[in-house]
């Protein structure tokens, strides 16, 4: 029991610091309740995609509207209600459109219909766009027809005329410069995405 009281104390002081504005009380938050709010929207979907999706989603409205986090109030309860609400939201608009799941699939921009703030939403696509034209050109050309034009690496190499494996080693070190320049330079939104291995390498 008094170690349940801890940790409450605990997390009403990151809390208070998360309304604040301190990035490294999210950072903690985020990393305390980033597998259950995963598990939960899961359970609920049965999706793993759905449910990476819904972490980025819980996790940007929650830096979006941490003024309004009650302290006094659980913050498991909060978060659990928050998953369930995006949970519900994303299900009625795949009901709407079947197509829509297949497009967040296939989609290559970095936050694409991920978050409310529109303006937020095209900063992070230019960073994303940013890190791409940094890299060196054959990664840069490889990343590419990965992720822009869909071919397998197997595809990429009898194309290039190299090999399967070098294909696979310019995708991990492509996705990694991306995935640190992203971090740097994407502040708390850009640590959310690249924290929900977004940028896979195959």
Request: aromatic share 8%; proline share 0%.
């Amino acid at each position: 029991m008094q170690v349940h009281h801890t940790e409450q104390l605990e997390d009403k002081d990151l809390l208070i610091k998360l309304r604040e504005g301190d990035e490294l009380a999210f950072v903690k938050i985020y990393n305390q309740y980033r597998k259950k709010v995963h598990t939960y929207a899961y359970q609920l979907s049965k999706s793993t995609d759905t449910a990476e999706e819904i972490v980025q989603e819980v996790f940007i409205r929650i830096w979006q509207k941490r003024i309004q986090i009650n302290t006094d109030l659980s913050f498991n309860a909060y978060i659990k209600k928050i998953t369930i609400n995006h949970v519900l939201n994303h299900l009625k608009k795949v009901a709407r459109d079947k197509s829509l799941q297949e497009e967040v699939l296939q989609q290559v921009e970095i936050s694409a219909n991920r978050t409310e703030d529109q303006l937020l939403e095209k900063e992070l696509r230019k960073i994303y766009q940013d890190a791409i034209t940094l890299l060196p050109a054959q990664k840069k050309l490889i990343y590419q027809m990965s992720r822009t034009e869909e071919l397998s690496h197997e595809e990429i190499a009898s194309k290039l005329d190299i090999s399967k494996n070098t294909v696979k080693n310019h995708m991990v070190e492509a996705s990694k410069f991306i995935r640190e320049y992203v971090r740097k330079n994407g502040g708390i939104i850009g640590f959310i995405i690249v924290s929900s291995n977004y940028f896979h390498s195959n």
